[in-house]
T-cell receptor, first 116, second 111 residues
Framework: NAGVTQTPKFQVLKTGQSMTLQCAQD?????MSWYRQDPGMGLRLIHY???????DQGEVPNGYNVSRSTTEDFPLRLLSAAPSQTSVYFC???????????????FGSGTQLSVL | SQELEQSPQSLIVQEGKNLTINCTSS?????LYWYKQKYGEGLIFLMM?????EEKSHEKITAKLDEKKQQSSLHITASQPSHAGIYLC???????????FGKGTRLSVIA
């Protein structure tokens, strides 16, 4: 069982470069999300999607773009990387939203991004 | 927006000792998740609590939800080196919003 797969695991960028962090899940989950984790800041929600074609902003969306063309994939795009985007990025998915439906989030193993 | 405060921020315990981690919400809790993260890895689901007074246990880890206090606690009995990691609580305030997380509690278990 693959679960939630994130690529790459590590990435170094120069300021101003663009890149896409990939996230794929094989569990037919409707809900997918991106978090970033920074020391002392915990996990902060960047963007999320409740289904193909539907995305919404989280707590820290600036500088990031997302799209959801298929149920399986939810890529995160950095348009012009900045040092402030140095972080560990986690993709997560679940069948549906929140505790009302008794669904837990499944997390990928993370992408460590450094922007120089 | 809902905020979760975890305490303590970090904890060092001797192997075999008990410990408790707390998670306090700024708003009514409709559900509370506990996750564990080993250093450099993703998050592993531990438990979910939905009802006030609910208590769940898995092996040596017990979580409780005090709805009135808008608080949850995670208790580890007879800690082992395998319990080391970062423990995060997550919650959705209205049952249909993305999870927000606390900043985590870093647990070290020493021999």
């Amino acid at each position: 069982n693959a679960g939630v797969t994130q690529t790459p695991k590590f990435q170094v960028l120069k300021t101003g470069q663009s890149m896409t962090l990939q996230c794929a899940q094989d569990m037919n989950h409707e809900y997918m999300s991106w978090y970033r984790q920074d020391p002392g800041m915990g996990l902060r929600l960047i963007h999320y999607s409740v289904g193909a074609g539907i995305t919404d902003q989280g707590e820290v969306p600036n500088g990031y773009n997302v799209s959801r063309s298929t149920t399986e994939d939810f890529p995160l795009r950095l348009l012009s990387a900045a040092p402030s985007q140095t972080s560990v990025y986690f993709c997560a998915s679940s069948y549906s939203f929140g505790t009302a439906t008794n669904e837990k989030l499944f997390f990928g193993s993370g992408t460590q991004l450094s922007v120089l | 927006s809902q905020e979760l405060e975890q305490s303590p921020q970090s904890l060092i315990v001797q192997e075999g000792k008990n410990l408790t981690i707390n998670c306090t919400s700024s708003k009514t809790l409709y559900g509370l998740y506990w996750y564990k993260q080993k250093y450099g890895e993703g998050l592993i689901f531990l438990m979910m609590l939905q009802k006030g007074g609910e208590e769940k246990s898995h092996e040596k880890i017990t979580a409780k939800l005090d709805e009135k206090k808008q608080q949850s606690s995670l208790h580890i009995t007879a800690s082992q080196p395998s319990h080391a990691g970062i423990y995060l609580c997550g919650a959705d305030g209205r049952g249909n919003t993305p999870l927000v997380f606390g900043k985590g509690t870093r647990l070290s278990v020493i021999a």
